[in-house]
């Protein structure tokens, strides 16, 4: 495959590590920066053939199959319309737009042009992640009731995330789409999201964004998500997701506490993990940050579809989804209510049937609980279905 | 200590095994049980001598100092109004009321009577909980910003429980008081509860109560308080806090992560832990329960108040507080709005400075982050105070 | 309980706080130590009556009757002829001699003189592991084939610990002296600890005894023991046991990692827990050192043993035999060879049966193994009784 | 790059995986087995234009540029005979030979031939250890006093490897030759190994070969390495590996706790994880068992060696080294004696350097310990140079 790679900061680098590492053979071809002494490091260091400070020249060049957007939020839509105009596949990072009439416009005009387009929440095609999801699909956790995504760290390491301009918001934007996407993929993609909750403040950043927020989602069969995001945690960066259901849970660190603890005395200077915070006493590094964070699953899902003449797991339809349920989080922040989510574009079911666990325990008596107490008897709580009475007994 | 133990069931017995364990000094010397058999059972287990059928007479004794109330939360303000009357010292287990009235009531009518009042809420006196807060008040996090406790377990093991009429309310009666309190701990007990936002529903047991609740809870000063309750949960019993501050943060696994894992493939029948729900496979026991989920310390601090002529740390005005904040959720549950908390009684700071986190970093910057990158540059991130603008540099 | 305390340094006092804990009605009545300030200290701060700077007059008191001894090991024998000589019950501090003789030497004078004697091996009362060994006890892990416990720190926090004389040895004795007896009651007190193969060096610290050794000790019956002790480790202080059998594992962690975890980037001065090597970055508390170490369980069986005129579970003899175990582990660093324990004293089991784990498939088959394979296939492998040939074959 | 594979099995199929994964520009394009059948299944699944039941054919296509050897041990000499004959390149599975003398004909003969020889030591290829060995070698930890590797499970997957004929021992062979080259590459591959003691018993299967064993291996520098070995282990894989030094300390936890836990009380059927033993309860899966054991970076180490005409990681000669100390072992095992370990090639240091911890304090004493005490206080530990005498005093 040979991309385009439109962006050389921080997340272009780590895109082009999990694109061009192991024996891959796939090739950066084209390299797009605004500012040229950066486009040239990165032709340098990944050996690109083409450096551009030109968007559109970058995108059109002849060689490439695939753009790739790596840019500041505020560009996505300008990068996406020029692929559409060269009729070129994009793969855009999170989030898809800053706002969802920006992420439905993108998604109109993708479609318009039948181009491919792939949507890059890497937190998905975490190995992890896609082992977890994969037992929630095959029933190991019954019917899921709630799901849950917490994305917290110090705060982003480029300027232009802090502004709210550029960004088009603060952590909602930034780390909420990875939480509200992992755990609508939990409860079903199918299932409809209907209305949100949210909480965010500004409680210690100087920035006219929200630093801290949380929020709950209400799916249309009755189950609940549930993200908190922050740039105001300390400790490192914090990635954990939990999903419960009638049957189980599943809990997952990806980050933080992998079987991977240091010790250090010494605390000899250098990159620990992204988002350390120190480099002496005990650390918890990552074995391999571009498989962990799941960027070497996620291209391969990307450039197989796109080989396969499939759509990838993730596309612009699912950014816009997450814009929407977003936009729902920051109007719902304000009023303080509940508020709808307001869908333009809904592929799922049109009516989910909802969750209910409520399980028969003989022809007189639904099941309640059963415990086994500390002196050994087997206690068993059940309600009678004539009476509604709550009764135990021994078994 | 003389102790009246008023209930014999599943707490009254933990109690037992906490107030006569080690190498106590204090002796439960009368029993009441609404049913003979079971306390004539207690009263040979625990040697105690006195056995009564009669709330009243059990109380009366008057080898009696202290009364210990573990029964069901319909029968708490009878047993309290009773140790009024004989004027005993009262302590009773949590929730103080059923409802926020109930509560208030207990409050005025001990306070009236001039007796000693103890409100059982373990989980505070936990000894992670107790070296966590310790190591908050000291500083070690800086400013708090938010704290969260998590308590879900598949379901409580009365029949009791599962009615609402005799229990009050469902999983955040029973479980968020004590969310309620620990995260109230690590904020401040001093700073006032504004409004409180909740989600509850009843998603899979066949009750009329809620079974799955999550809350958030504002505080004066902007710190937020977040609770997750639940009776669906499956895999024991979830009993995890966390707080953070802008200097660091804590997280507690007080039982199902302790250091203690234990394989079998045997499956030998008997009692694991509390809500422990298998007996084989990979299991995660608790060394000493009674100590862990803080009866010990808890005991403790009431006896050597009550000897000392002291208030222990929790009261029956902090029961108050906490039935306040759950009737608050019991309405935003309903209303979908933030619903303010309505105290009739407040004995903290009138009015809390806010937390402000924001740090200067020289006379024309404020701080906004600081991170090394995977290259080994250090990336410093500041807004111009003048013009508000962000910029970003290397160190 | 009235007791004389010998020794006002570290493990008297950790040893006061749990004595004197929660609502005990045990008291120490006599303090002793080679320093008078010392002595008055501790009395002030544990309010005793009694303070000598004679051991025997600390002793003889007749109020007292429990002796204590929490002094460096090169005082133990004396400090035991004089509860001897006073017929003064007596318990003493890990290990009981500097070497077998010694211990063999003070077992023989206890017994002679008739009093109650008990060894403080807190390691085999804390919650974890008595909870862990019951589950051994009945059978959850099968037959037990191995266990092994590590005690690693960065070293002593008394002069004396690093004097060969004093001390009688280094980590080994120290630290070892646990390890042995959680591992002997792991695979049984009863069964004959026959040989032991030890490594020693002195690797780091500028002293005459060994500052890391690994140990091995086999059992009568084929069990075998491990052992691993360091005073060169970096990182706090490692307590960490396994045992494995035919059915089963159990991993504990003791101090390290018990669901307590905290970040504080400020750096608080202070106690964070014992041999904590940090104030900042990621630390580990204990909740309550004084129940996680086992000082609470164990004092309790002592004090209701003396109570009860029963045997507490650790007494002269069980340190006796560590005693011998580690006399062998000195031959044997320095032979290079596998040296016999010789155990002038023994009083378990003659004859052991030899663990055998061998499982019967079907009547002409030997089971060795079933396995899952990633495909979903099942295979299990056998052997032929006849033939002796290893096959497999799907299930 | 095109590659021969012979095996279809359990880890042939492993490594297809890994060789074909992702967006791999690697291709096997010829696969033998004995088995037709099996042969043939493989070439359907992976794609593989040539099928064999003769190693030779297998191996001289002229289109094939790397043979890998991924067949039982007794088989590997066999095969590498073949490679040299006909000048292709090889990499063949751990371990390299039965015994010695295996591993050191086909070291010289690939070095007589002129070939390119890997390796296939896929634990030292981890992303958390080549993370980890990184950080040791940046000097994080300070100097190497001690490293352990232990791999435990329920028993191999094929009859082969029961069976000591073809295996050419047990569980030593089997896995301790992981764990030899991971404290190897720790304590440095320059560090020649002396002398080991090894414990080998056959505690449980019905097998000629040792199913659980424990050694030691001493390097010329004083530092030493441990394993812990065994098929008897019951709760699944257990990959666990550490390293300490001066300065520091390293836990890895491979396998059974990677930060993915779920409890499920269903029990679907199917596979959760290599050797996984439950299906039901808490269990804890790999999120990509590909790259958490190894494999895609021990392949691109191997082909981009290759292209690169440079020698991977791992060659033939550390196959050899390992082959030599696992001798070693099986000698101690009998004798019951440290053994020497008998290099008849040896490519590192001639003499290396002991490492030496003792730190000067000042120019009269040297540094022996520093710790704070409970009531705050920090006390520090020296040794007086000239008298030799342990002192203390408060900072």
Known sequence: MNIAMLGSGFI?????????????????????????????????????????????????RPEVQVVCIALPNNLHEEAVMLCCKH????????????NAAEAERMLIAVEKAGIFNGYLEDLVYTPKFIKANDSVKKGALGRILWAKSRETHPGPHSDWFWDIEQAGGGCILDLGCHCVEITRSYIGKDIK?????????????????????????????GAIAQFEVSWTFRGGMDLRDEVAGTDGTIWINNFLRTGFEMFTAGGKKGYVAEKAETEKGWLFPVGDEVTELGYNHMFADMFNSFDGKKNPM??????????????????????????????????????????????????????????????????????????????????
Chains 1, 2, 3, 4 share one sequence.
């Open 12 to 60: 272009g680098r780590f895109y082009a590590d999990s694109i061009q590492g192991y024996r891959s053979k796939d090739k950066i071809v084209s390299i797009y920066s605004r500012k040229e002494e950066s486009a040239k490091k990165f032709a340098a260091d990944y050996k690109v053939a083409f450096v551009a400070t030109s968007m559109e020249e970058a995108i059109a």
């Open 193 to 221: 999201p209907i209305e949100v909750m949210c909480w965010a403040d500004t409680q210690v950043k100087p920035i006219d964004a929200e630093d801290h927020a949380i929020g709950l989602i209400k799916y249309e069969n």
């Open 87 to 98: 009729k070129k596949a994009v793969i855009t990072t999170k989030p898809l737009g800053r």
């Open 314 to 395: 993730e596309g612009f339809y699912d950014g816009y989804i997450v814009n929407e349920i977003m936009d729902a989080c920051y109007r719902s922040a304000k009023s303080k209510k509940w508020e709808p989510v307001d869908l333009k574009v809904w592929r799922g079911l049109e009516k989910a049937a909802p969750i209910s666990g409520v399980r028969e325990y003989d022809k007189d008596h639904l099941f309640v609980k059963e415990e086994i107490l500390p002196d050994g008897r087997t206690k068993i709580i059940l309600k009678e279905k004539k009476t509604g009475r709550i009764i135990q007994k021994e078994k």
